[in-house]
């Protein structure tokens, strides 16, 4: 049995279920805010794990001239097709099924201005590696965003209900990820039902609390990122100072950090230059 979650089955619910212009929009503007940037044109953006498609929509709403999604999960390219069915883009928009790993494919790929990966390279099994090959894609004075989750090595309960520490919580993401999937609906059902009671015990409406996860984070579903951090299986993690090492080491200048202090994903955006 794998131990890998089905990263690609959840997508497919989040863009069967959840998907709507709402998300769009709210996927543009994370992208605008944390590039601080007001559009994306004549610019190249590459997604790589592209996930649902989403944010490659949201780069090819901001004007990029030419996007190409990848992701290694056979689902997860048919929802980016989904998507480019549905909204149109085909004449700027690649999609293909791929993997970080496979050299020959991102130097067939070449290289562009924006190379974007959110909340992906740390699910990979090998995510210094995966770092490193994204950063190879890189245009020179071209930016790459990536998304990490941060290490948290002291027990601990945090704002948003995450609790424990990243070691407990990349085995319990092995464990789910090997349980049948009645067991894992039913443990997302006593999750939801945990999180619902402490919004009530913290004075927050579960409606609007709900409601407004998309505005918070990126457009995305609760219960979409529920079971996607319940199952994101491979899990790795690691502190800012160390990929703030890692890929200034390799040329690059950060030039914007969003950090949660906490078990959820630390944000950077680094642009490919010698810092000055």
Same mark, same amino acid.
């Given at each position: 049995?794998?131990?890998?979650?089905?990263?690609?089955?959840?997508?497919?619910?989040?863009?069967? *279920?959840?998907?709507?212009?709402?998300?769009?929009?709210?996927?543009?503007?994370?992208?605008?805010?944390?590039?601080?940037?007001?559009?994306?044109?004549?610019? $190249?953006?590459?997604?790589?794990?592209?996930?649902?498609?989403?944010?490659?929509?949201?780069?090819?709403?901001?004007?990029?001239? *030419?996007?190409?999604?990848?992701?290694?999960?056979?689902?997860?390219?048919?929802?980016?097709?989904?998507?480019?069915?549905?909204?149109?883009?085909?004449?700027?928009?690649?999609?293909?099924?791929?993997?970080?790993?496979?050299?020959?494919?991102?130097?067939?790929?070449?290289?562009?201005?924006?190379?974007?990966?959110?909340?992906?390279?740390?699910? $990979?099994?090998?995510?210094?590696?995966?770092?490193?090959?994204?950063?190879?894609?890189?245009?020179?004075?071209?930016?790459?965003?990536?998304?990490?989750?941060?290490?948290?090595?002291?027990?601990?309960?945090? *704002?948003?209900?995450?609790?424990? $520490?990243?070691?407990?919580?990349?085995?319990?993401?092995?464990?789910?990820?090997?349980?049948?999937?009645?067991?894992?609906?039913?443990?997302?059902?006593? $999750?939801?039902?945990?999180?619902?009671?402490?919004?009530?015990?913290?004075?927050?409406?579960?409606? *609007?609390?709900?409601?407004?996860?998309?505005?918070?984070?990126?457009?995305?579903?609760?219960?979409?990122?529920?079971?996607?951090?319940?199952?994101?299986?491979?899990?790795?993690?690691?502190?800012?100072?160390?990929?703030?090492?890692?890929?200034?080491?390799?040329?690059?200048?950060?030039?914007?950090?969003?950090?949660?202090?906490?078990?959820?994903?630390?944000?950077?955006?680094?642009?490919?230059?010698?810092?000055?």
């Amino acid at each position: 049995m794998s131990n890998k979650f089905n990263f690609g089955k959840n997508w497919k619910r989040f863009v069967e *279920k959840y998907f709507n212009e709402d998300k769009i929009n709210f996927a543009q503007k994370s992208l605008c805010d944390f590039l601080k940037i007001k559009d994306l044109t004549g610019k $190249t953006f590459v997604d790589v794990g592209c996930g649902s498609g989403l944010f490659s929509l949201a780069a090819l709403r901001m004007g990029a001239i *030419k996007v190409v999604s990848f992701d290694a999960d056979p689902i997860s390219v048919d929802c980016s097709k989904a998507l480019r069915e549905k909204y149109g883009f085909s004449d700027r928009w690649e999609i293909i099924e791929g993997s970080v790993f496979d050299i020959s494919l991102l130097e067939k790929l070449g290289k562009f201005d924006i190379v974007y990966s959110w909340g992906v390279l740390h699910h $990979t099994g090998n995510m210094w590696n995966a770092i490193s090959n994204v950063l190879s894609m890189v245009n020179d004075d071209g930016f790459v965003y990536i998304a990490i989750y941060n290490k948290a090595e002291a027990w601990g309960i945090y *704002k948003d209900g995450r609790f424990g $520490t990243s070691k407990f919580w990349e085995i319990e993401k092995k464990i789910y990820s090997q349980m049948p999937e009645f067991l894992q609906f039913c443990v997302e059902l006593i $999750t939801e039902f945990i999180l619902i009671i402490l919004y009530v015990l913290t004075f927050n409406n579960p409606v *609007k609390k709900i409601k407004s996860h998309g505005i918070l984070y990126r457009g995305m579903s609760w219960r979409t990122d529920i079971k996607d951090w319940l199952g994101g299986y491979p899990y790795e993690y690691a502190y800012i100072s160390e990929v703030f090492k890692f890929v200034s080491e390799k040329g690059f200048c950060l030039v914007n950090l969003k950090d949660n202090n906490g078990l959820m994903n630390n944000e950077y955006l680094f642009k490919k230059k010698i810092c000055e």
